[in-house]
């Protein structure tokens, strides 16, 4: 069996689709000890261990977690995808943008079997060429072969029009990508949350874990109400005068916050903000509010069981939305055990 090592786990999107696919996935690394509880309780038996990358001593945590040398590894790294977004003005000072050249240090250190890798777009273009040709040096360096290239999540059977930058790598042949498992057929906001009992704002359900909504402050709630459902826009809002002032001066502004999801199409991209109908397309498509905890959960394919912990909504809407889907984990998780089957054919 792969035994795998989660750097960067989050919450444990990633871990959970490995897991799922087969490989056993001994533990997530993450500096975050806020998300322990998150990550343990969904997880067994993958410990969390909390520590900055830089800190790792690669060796000590492999015999720590009973690696050893002779068993196929896998180490997987969605490093964070601030440092190569769009949104971010702060590129060239963002000192996040090492954290992959330090996954790569301790790849060079103790290198696996088999590598996975996920960003934002920004890793292969401009925002993060240099950095990834950097690391693609190294990978190449240890004889690793390389499938990488832009993946949409609602290609792959999940409802969220999410692209990201995967890589697969492994030192026993070349591996291979996941093949696209839906082709206009996708997944909808529908087919994820319909099922899940109305809710107004600011209101919790004990019918599912963690279905509750963010309250809306009164000049928020009055923009929502007045935005037609399944798929409307503050730019179908008849009365401008209760729009944010700055929307009113700049109408074109961001212009998806406030908006509604559409129930027939996927989910726009969940972000850390995504239970925050001021932050994007994240307001329920019939009803008052933005979407719950639970509904955004279904839009990453976490299970229903997958119980997410934290000291305010804010703080298990970012675990949410910074995390793998599920669903696009498992498929890369099967790749990795393909590849693997190949080499042992050989």
Not at 91 to 101: F, M, N, P, Q, T
Request: proline residues 5%; aromatic residues 8%.
């Amino acid at each position: 069996m792969i035994k795998a090592i989660d750097f960067f786990c989050g919450a444990g999107g990633l871990t959970r689709g490995l897991l799922d696919a087969g490989i056993s996935v001994v533990a997530g690394i993450d500096n975050d000890e806020r998300i322990r509880k998150t990550y343990e309780s969904n997880n067994r038996p993958s410990r969390f261990i909390a520590a900055d990358i830089k800190d790792v001593d690669i060796d000590a945590c492999r015999e720590e977690l009973g690696i050893e040398a002779k068993e196929p590894t896998l180490y997987a790294a969605c490093t964070p995808c601030q440092p190569f977004s769009t949104l971010n003005t702060m590129h060239a000072i963002d000192g996040r943008k090492s954290l992959l050249l330090d996954f790569a240090a301790i790849v060079e250190k103790s290198p696996p079997d088999y590598i996975i890798v996920e960003n934002v777009p920004g890793l292969g273009n401009a925002f993060g060429k240099e950095i990834y040709h950097q690391f693609e040096r190294i990978l190449k360096k240890h004889d690793f072969q390389i499938d990488a290239d832009m993946l949409d999540a609602k290609d792959f059977g999940v409802p969220q029009t999410r692209k990201r930058f995967i890589l697969v790598a492994s030192r026993h042949g070349r591996p291979r990508l996941p093949i696209q498992t839906t082709k206009k057929q996708y997944r909808t906001v529908e087919d994820s949350i319909r099922r899940f009992p109305a809710l107004a704002h600011g209101e919790r359900s004990d019918s599912y874990k963690n279905h509750v909504a963010r309250k809306l402050p009164p000049h928020h709630l009055r923009i929502v109400e007045a935005v037609p459902a399944n798929g409307g826009s503050r730019r179908d809002v008849a009365d401008t005068s209760i729009l944010l002032k700055c929307h009113q001066k700049n109408p074109s502004a961001h212009k998806d916050v406030f908006g509604r999801m559409s129930w027939n199409l996927p989910a726009p991209t969940l972000t850390c903000r995504c239970t925050d109908v001021y932050c994007g397309r994240f307001t329920h498509p019939e009803q008052n509010r933005g979407i719950s905890l639970r509904e955004a959960a279904a839009l990453q394919t976490f299970d229903d069981q997958y119980e997410f912990f934290g000291d305010s909504i804010l703080e298990q809407a970012r675990q949410i939305g910074n995390a793998v889907p599920v669903r696009l984990a498992e498929l890369l998780g099967n790749s990795i055990l393909e590849a693997h089957a190949r080499e042992s054919r050989s």
